[in-house]
C-alpha cells in the first residue's frame, strides 16, 4: 500500500480545478444530504420507539397505582381490625372512618388512609370490599378474604353506586 501524501493530493486537486472541473474528492469532511437524511430517518424511528413506550406506559402505571391504592386500604383495615378488637370482635369500617381520626368508628384514632374519590369501601363490620378506579376507567377490588386485588366492573359495584368522570358518586345518601 503507498503511502499518500496530503501535499501531492492537494496539489492534484488544485490541478484538476485548473482544468475547470470541480473536484470528486473533498478537500475537508463534508456531510452531504444523503447524510442528513439518513440521520434524520433513524431519529424519527427512535423517537417514535420512545413515544411509543411512554404512551403504553403511562396506563399501565396508572392501573398499577390504583392497584396499590387497594393494597393501602387492605392495611388500613387491617390496623383498623387489630385496634377494633379489643373486646374479641373486630369490625371493618367504610372510606369515611379510615380517612378520619376522630374517634367512634375509628378504632386507631388516627388517620389511616388519605381520602380519594377515586376508592370505595362497603362494609357491614363483619366484612369488607373495597374498590379503586384508574384513570383509564379501570375498575379493581379487594375484600377482606383476598391477598390482592382483583379487576372488576361496575356492575359488581353495590346498588346505587356509579363511577362518574373516574371517581365514585354515592347515590344511596
Not at 398499577?64 to 386500604?73: D, H, I, M, P, S
Not at 383498623?80 to 371493618?92: C, L, R, T
Not at 359488581?156 to 345518601?173: C, K, N, S, Y
Amino acid at each position: 500500500m503507498k503511502n499518500f501524501n496530503s501535499t501531492k493530493i492537494a496539489a492534484r486537486v488544485s490541478d484538476i480545478r485548473s482544468k475547470g472541473f470541480r473536484a470528486t474528492v473533498a478537500e475537508h469532511g463534508v456531510i452531504d444530504l444523503a447524510s442528513i437524511m439518513v440521520g434524520v430517518i433513524i431519529v424519527g424511528i427512535l423517537s417514535a420507539g420512545i413515544v411509543a413506550t411512554v404512551f403504553a406506559l403511562i396506563p399501565f402505571t396508572q392501573d398499577k397505582a390504583a392497584e396499590q391504592a387497594l393494597g393501602a386500604v387492605s392495611t388500613a383495615e387491617s390496623v383498623q381490625y387489630s385496634f377494633s378488637s379489643g373486646d374479641g370482635a373486630g369490625v371493618y369500617v367504610e372510606l369515611d372512618a379510615l380517612t378520619s381520626g376522630v374517634a367512634g368508628d375509628n378504632a386507631a384514632d388516627e388517620v389511616l388512609l388519605q381520602d380519594s374519590a377515586q376508592i370505595f369501601i362497603e362494609s357491614d363490620g363483619m366484612t369488607y370490599t373495597a374498590y379503586s378506579v384508574s384513570p383509564t376507567g379501570k375498575l379493581f377490588s379487594i375484600d377482606n378474604t383476598g391477598s390482592k386485588p382483583v379487576p372488576a366492573v361496575e356492575a359488581d359495584l353495590p346498588a346505587g353506586v356509579t363511577i362518574v368522570d373516574g371517581a365514585f358518586d354515592d347515590a344511596r345518601v
